[in-house]
């Protein structure tokens, strides 16, 4: 009976999810990159993030990644490590793999973080992180901190005003009202309460001629006469608009799915 027991709470602990990193954490250096100082000064910034935005902030490193790919990699270390903020995993996670001797790097949106970083501020995040990637791995990353944080002071993205996270945290588009019905109602409202007015009014009378509206003593009539003369035309250059690099105002967010099943946005490049 004793062995039986045991083997049920054996196969019980094997049936639960087992986390092995301490989410508090941020920075992961498996592949040695940051001394032990860079890593101490990037998980305050990292925690700093985190406090301000409500939204998870991860940093990453490895040499190996079990040959999933880096973008893979990058989904599954935040989703089977149980990151994120709320109901949705709300955060973002910024990996550099060394596997192949490249630093290639990808970032991972996750949840509310979809929305903040659409495909045009991600990859205007990954702008700043090459123009400083030959000043070592700890600005590589505390650029990725600022620029990420440049992003969620603007908040949504323009491009992702019409989407929303819904509770499963997948990336949802508003039902919006159809224009055409919201142009019947615009007319209908206002004509039933017109004509509620005017038959509550009984001194209304239908009026048969267009003289009834007009008090023909006050009327004077003048001649005028209108003379073409010439034309002038002038030109204006008018430059295209530009959303900047705060907009991100086309294309939203790509969208994909992690072996966890767990929606994310995300982009990377090597550097």
């Given at each position: 009976?004793?062995?039986?027991l045991f083997s049920f709470a054996a ?87 060394r596997t192949y001797g490249y630093n ?127 034309t002038h035309t002038t030109r204006t ?35």
């Amino acid at each position: 009976m004793r062995k039986i027991l045991f083997s049920f709470a054996a196969l019980l602990c094997f049936a639960l999810p087992v986390h092995a990193l301490d989410t508090s954490v941020k920075v992961y250096d498996d592949a040695n990159l940051l001394t032990d100082y860079e890593e101490q000064q990037l998980s305050i910034q990292a925690q700093n993030f985190v406090d301000k935005y409500d939204m998870d902030l991860v940093l990453v490193t490895t040499s190996y990644n079990d040959g999933k790919g880096t973008k893979a990699y990058a989904q599954d270390f935040y989703d089977y490590n149980d990151f994120g903020v709320g109901n949705t995993n709300d955060g973002i996670l910024f990996l550099i793999d060394r596997t192949y001797g490249y630093n290639d790097t990808y970032m991972v949106t996750t949840g509310h973080a979809i929305l903040v970083y659409d495909d045009a501020r991600i990859n205007y995040i990954l702008d700043d992180i090459y123009a400083v990637r030959n000043n070592g791995y700890y600005t590589m990353f505390s650029t990725f901190i600022s620029s990420s944080s440049t992003y969620a002071d603007l908040g949504v993205a323009p491009s992702n005003e019409n989407m929303y996270i819904d509770e499963n945290g997948e990336y949802r588009e508003k039902r919006v009202f159809p224009l055409f019905m919201s142009i019947v109602i615009s007319i209908i409202v206002p004509t039933i309460i017109v004509i509620i007015l005017l038959l509550k009014n009984k001194m209304v009378r239908k009026a048969t001629k267009a003289t009834a509206y007009l008090d023909e003593s006050t009327i004077s009539y003048t001649q005028r006469e209108d003379r073409f003369i010439t034309t002038h035309t002038t030109r204006t250059y008018v430059p295209r608009s530009s959303s900047g690099r705060g907009g991100g105002s086309h294309g939203g967010s790509s969208i994909s799915r992690g072996s966890s099943g767990t929606s994310h946005g995300g982009g990377g490049r090597r550097m």
